[in-house]
Each structure stands twice: as structure tokens, then as C-alpha cells.
């Protein structure tokens, strides 16, 4: 980790800076993900009930390693932050990359930089393919805020996709984090179908019916407001599945409420 330890060195006064990493079974992806962030200070990866080689490769690129069982998102997310020994922690997905550009700029910002929180902004890629415009709701998001100061930042209860507090001074980034969101668009539907899985059970226990009325403005906000217009199949798709993802909510609520009362 010797790359580490020189731009530590470099930073100054700024502060250590940790990268974390939340995965599970990533041994395909998370050597490349771990390669992209030796502008930290240390490297955690927090392993979720992980069955590959993950660990091992995370071990050989010198992370630092954290294994439990986490059922609800915000329980592992939290574990991860907490775990960070970091003056500030930088929140990267295995699907995730960080340019040299993005590193370079992280450690400029971080010694004038007060308490609180960067928006980093994302390229988001549908296979080798950059999609820019449509993101938002369960598909993906423009920009993040995944650059923070430790104690700045909770993650709040939910299976997929949960609620943040976050709290200081918000700043905003210029390079991109790199993302690869699915491989295809079979991977896209797939993806579909196991977070309405997942949102439908967070309704369910919450006693919350889902809006189907939410369908029609999600479609519209993604292919008009946001252009997803643009992106020609790519971006009907994006649309496509915002406005389902509601509908299916509903349906998988619904089901399962019928199914439970025949029993």
C-alpha cells in the first residue's frame, strides 16, 4: 500500500481519508474497484455474509477487512462508516471506479474543506455504454453524496435504497465516480425485479401502500424532465422501469397479502 502512504503524505494537514467498500460475492469486480482507490489513506471492505473470493483478493490489495451478517442495508452501511478509522470517508460501490482525476481532486479539496459533505457526481454506464441523462429514483442517481466528514452522515432503516441524515457545510465535485449499474438490458430487468422484491417487504412492514399514481410522474420525470429522451432505448428503458417500480410494489403487496389470508 505503498501508494497509499505517499498520498497520505501529500495531503498534509488535511486529515486521513478512508475508502469503504460494502460487498458481497464481488470477486469478479472488486480488484479493479480496490485498485481505483490507493489515493486513500486506508481501504476498508466490509463483507456481507460474503461466499467468494472477495476477502481474499481484498486482503492481497491490503484492505482492511470487516466480515458479519447484515440483513437491512442501513445496518451494514452504518457498520461500514463506523468501522472507517478516517477523518473523512469516501463511500464506493464494487460496480464503482475513481478516475486519478477524481483522487487528485478529493485531496485538493480536504485541507480548505469544512465540516461536512461533497456531492460527487456520476457517469453512469449501461454495459461499456455512458448513459447522461434519465437517471434518478431506484435506476440511479446524476450525483451522490459519498465524500463525507466521519460523523457527518447516518444511514436510516430500509432493505433498498434507504434514507440518509446528513448533516454540514455541503460542497460539490467536478470528476465523476465511475459506474457500471448493469451489464445489459437483461441485467437492468433482473435488477428490477429483486429491489421491488426488497421495497415491497419495507412496505409491507411499514403498513404502507405503495402510490400507483407515482408511475405516470416517475416516467415523465425521467424521459421528459431529466432527458432521457436523449438516450434513445436506453433512456425509454430508464423511464420504463421508474414508472414500474411502483406498480410492481403494489402488485408484490398485494399478492402477498392475498396469499397470507387464504393461509
Same mark, same amino acid.
Given at each position: 500500500?505503498?501508494?497509499?502512504?505517499?498520498?497520505a503524505g501529500a495531503a498534509g494537514g488535511a486529515g486521513r481519508l478512508s475508502a469503504l467498500v460494502v460487498a458481497r460475492d464481488e470477486e469478479a469486480r472488486i480488484a479493479d474497484c480496490l485498485a481505483s482507490l490507493r489515493f486513500a489513506d486506508e481501504i476498508?471492505?466490509?463483507? /456481507?455474509?460474503?461466499? !467468494?473470493? *472477495?476477502?481474499?483478493?481484498? $486482503?492481497?490489495?491490503?484492505?482492511?477487512?470487516? &466480515?458479519?451478517?447484515? &440483513?437491512? &442495508?442501513a445496518d451494514r452501511r452504518n457498520a461500514g462508516i463506523a468501522a472507517c478509522g478516517g477523518d473523512w470517508i469516501l463511500e464506493v460501490d464494487a460496480d464503482e471506479r475513481a478516475t486519478p482525476a477524481l483522487g487528485a481532486e478529493i485531496r485538493a479539496a480536504l485541507p480548505a #474543506? =469544512? /465540516?461536512?459533505?461533497?456531492?460527487? =457526481?456520476?457517469?453512469? @454506464?449501461?454495459?461499456? @455504454?455512458?448513459? $447522461? @441523462?434519465?437517471?434518478?429514483?431506484?435506476?440511479?442517481?446524476? #450525483?451522490?453524496?459519498?465524500?463525507?466528514?466521519?460523523? *457527518?452522515?447516518?444511514v436510516l432503516e430500509g432493505r433498498v435504497h434507504p434514507k440518509i441524515e446528513i448533516t454540514g *457545510? +455541503?460542497?460539490?465535485? @467536478?470528476?465523476?465516480?465511475?459506474?457500471?449499474? !448493469?451489464? /445489459?438490458?437483461?441485467?437492468?430487468i433482473a435488477r428490477l425485479?429483486?429491489?421491488? /422484491?426488497?421495497?415491497?417487504? !419495507?412496505? +409491507? !412492514?411499514?403498513? +404502507?401502500?405503495?402510490?400507483?399514481?407515482?408511475?405516470?410522474? $416517475?416516467?415523465?420525470?425521467?424521459?421528459?424532465?431529466?432527458?432521457?429522451?436523449?438516450?434513445?432505448?436506453y433512456g425509454l428503458a430508464l423511464a420504463t422501469f421508474s414508472a414500474l417500480y411502483p406498480l410492481?410494489?403494489?402488485l408484490k403487496v398485494a399478492t402477498a397479502r392475498d396469499g397470507s389470508k387464504k393461509e
Open positions: 500500500m505503498a501508494a497509499m502512504g505517499e498520498a476498508v471492505v466490509l463483507l /456481507d455474509r460474503s461466499r !467468494d473470493r *472477495t476477502g481474499e483478493i481484498a $486482503r492481497a490489495a491490503g484492505a482492511r477487512i470487516v &466480515e458479519g451478517a447484515w &440483513e437491512l &442495508e #474543506a =469544512p /465540516d461536512g459533505y461533497f456531492i460527487v =457526481p456520476m457517469a453512469n @454506464h449501461v454495459g461499456t @455504454h455512458l448513459v $447522461r @441523462h434519465g437517471w434518478g429514483a431506484y435506476n440511479g442517481v446524476a #450525483a451522490k453524496p459519498i465524500l463525507f466528514r466521519k460523523g *457527518t452522515k447516518r *457545510t +455541503r460542497a460539490a465535485l @467536478h470528476n465523476p465516480l465511475v459506474h457500471f449499474v !448493469d451489464r /445489459d438490458l437483461s441485467d437492468m425485479n429483486r429491489y421491488t /422484491d426488497l421495497a415491497a417487504l !419495507d412496505a +409491507r !412492514d411499514a403498513g +404502507r401502500k405503495p402510490q400507483l399514481g407515482q408511475a405516470v410522474r $416517475r416516467f415523465w420525470k425521467s424521459y421528459v424532465a431529466r432527458h432521457g429522451h436523449r438516450e434513445g432505448a410492481l410494489i403494489f
